[in-house]
C-alpha cells in the first residue's frame, strides 16, 4: 500500500527532484553521507546546461530554507581530485558519465559523525551524493569523461 498523498506524487520532475533531496538532508544533515536515488533526476540532468541550472538552485534554495550555490565539476578519462573538506553540505550528481567516490569523517571517527569507516562508491547519472560539511570527499576511478553538477548548501540563516 502507498501512503504517500497525491500532492507528494504528484508534480514536476523538477519539484519531485526537490522534495528528495531536501528529504535525505532532513535525515542526513550534520551526520552521515547519503546515496540517494532522487526521482526526476532527469530534469537535472536536462537542465544540465549553466544557463538552465539557475532555476533548480533557486528552488533547492527555497525549500530548504537558506543560499544554495550551483556549480560544475568536470573530470577526464583517467581524472582524479584531490581530497578535499566539505567547507558546507554538498549534493554531487552526475549529469554526464561516472565515477568513483570516497567519503570519511574529518578526521575519521570523529565528532557526530554516524560514519565509522569511509564510505567507497560507484556515482552514476541518476543519483546523487549527500557530502555533509566537514566531511572530506575524493572523486577517482573515471572511465568515461564526467560531469558533475554540485550543489553547495549552505546552513539556514538564523
Same mark, same amino acid.
Given at each position: 500500500m502507498d501512503f504517500e498523498?497525491?500532492?507528494?506524487?504528484?508534480? =514536476?520532475? /523538477?519539484?519531485?527532484?526537490?522534495?528528495?533531496v531536501a528529504l535525505c538532508l532532513s535525515v542526513h544533515r550534520d551526520r552521515s553521507p547519503a546515496l540517494v536515488w532522487p526521482d526526476g533526476v532527469d530534469a537535472v540532468v536536462a537542465r544540465a546546461g549553466r544557463d538552465e541550472a539557475?532555476?533548480? =538552485?533557486?528552488?533547492?534554495?527555497?525549500?530548504?530554507g537558506g543560499?544554495?550555490?550551483?556549480?560544475?565539476?568536470?573530470?577526464?578519462?583517467?581524472? $582524479?581530485?584531490?581530497?578535499?573538506?566539505?567547507? =558546507?553540505? /554538498?549534493? /554531487?550528481?552526475?549529469?554526464?558519465?561516472?565515477c568513483g567516490g570516497r567519503v570519511e569523517a574529518s578526521?575519521?571517527?570523529?565528532?557526530?559523525?554516524? /560514519?565509522?569507516?569511509?564510505?567507497?562508491?560507484?556515482?552514476?547519472?541518476?543519483?546523487?551524493?549527500?557530502?555533509? $560539511?566537514?566531511f572530506v570527499y575524493t572523486l577517482n576511478d573515471v572511465h568515461t569523461p564526467c560531469t558533475l553538477q554540485v550543489f553547495a548548501v549552505h546552513p539556514p540563516a538564523l
Open positions: 498523498s497525491a500532492s507528494v506524487v504528484g508534480g =514536476t520532475e /523538477l519539484e519531485r527532484f526537490v522534495r528528495d539557475d532555476e533548480l =538552485t533557486s528552488a533547492l534554495g527555497r525549500v530548504l543560499e544554495v550555490g550551483s556549480s560544475f565539476v568536470e573530470l577526464p578519462l583517467g581524472g $582524479r581530485s584531490a581530497a578535499s573538506v566539505a567547507e =558546507t553540505d /554538498l549534493v /554531487l550528481v552526475p549529469v554526464r558519465g561516472s578526521p575519521p571517527g570523529q565528532g557526530g559523525a554516524v /560514519l565509522q569507516h569511509a564510505l567507497e562508491l560507484r556515482l552514476r547519472v541518476g543519483e546523487a551524493l549527500y557530502v555533509p $560539511r566537514g
